[in-house]
């Protein structure tokens, strides 16, 4: 393969990826809980890895919630709210190969192929981002609900908002869940 073909297939893998990097969303919920009784929520303990992400957590949750009705209260909702952000390395190695020469098969020498050619191995890092999210109801303070969602974190602050608000109503875009009798 020469090296306007490795390069094509370099950006071809990276425009995939890219258009394939959709956060992981998961959301559970107790199916004993009557979220028709829920209407107003408080902000318990938000625990952020960085303090400006707090406020922007808040923020797009009020946001999903208020579209789904839900009012808050600075205490004594009918519902807490925690919620905690994570961040975390991860590795990936990608080896490209070059010259396969004659390919697979047996030679004149009775071995495989003639010149296997060279490959190439590269690391990259990244930083996945965690969000985890948990509703109690406040008298009991048993757990009704969790939405978590991960995604790959960008350099720029203005993406990572924009896949936080992004993914935030992904999370909530079944909520309340209809408890089936």
């Known amino acids: 393969m020469n090296v306007k073909y490795r390069v094509l297939f370099s950006m071809a893998?990276?425009?995939l990826a890219a258009t394939a990097s959709l956060a992981e969303?998961?959301?559970?919920?107790?199916?004993?809980?009557?979220f028709s009784h829920y209407k107003t929520y408080s902000w318990g303990k938000v625990h952020t890895q960085t303090p400006l992400w707090?406020?922007?957590?808040?923020?797009?949750?009020?946001?999903?919630?208020?579209?789904?009705g839900w009012t808050e209260v600075e205490s004594g909702?009918?519902?807490s709210i925690m919620a905690m952000e994570?961040?975390?390395?991860?590795?990936?190695l990608n080896t490209y190969y070059d010259n396969f020469g004659g390919g697979w098969g047996w030679r004149r020498w009775g071995g495989f192929g003639e010149?296997?050619?060279?490959?190439?191995?590269?690391e990259e890092t990244y930083k996945?981002?965690?969000?985890?999210?948990d509703l109690f109801e406040t008298n009991t303070k048993k757990l009704i609900w969790r939405g978590s969602a991960s995604d790959t974190l960008s350099d720029k602050s203005d993406k990572n908002i924009k896949k936080l608000n992004s993914d935030?109503?992904?999370m909530f875009d079944h909520f309340p869940p209809e408890v089936k009798k």
């Open 128 to 133: 996945v981002g965690t969000l985890v999210v």
């Open 13 to 15: 893998i990276a425009v």
């Open 25 to 34: 969303v998961k959301t559970d919920y107790d199916r004993t809980a009557d």
């Open 115 to 122: 010149g296997f050619g060279t490959s190439t191995t590269t």
């Open 77 to 79: 909702g009918d519902v």
């Open 86 to 92: 994570m961040t975390e390395d991860h590795r990936t």
């Open 168 to 170: 935030v109503q992904r």
């Open 54 to 68: 707090g406020d922007r957590i808040q923020a797009s949750v009020a946001s999903a919630l208020a579209a789904k």
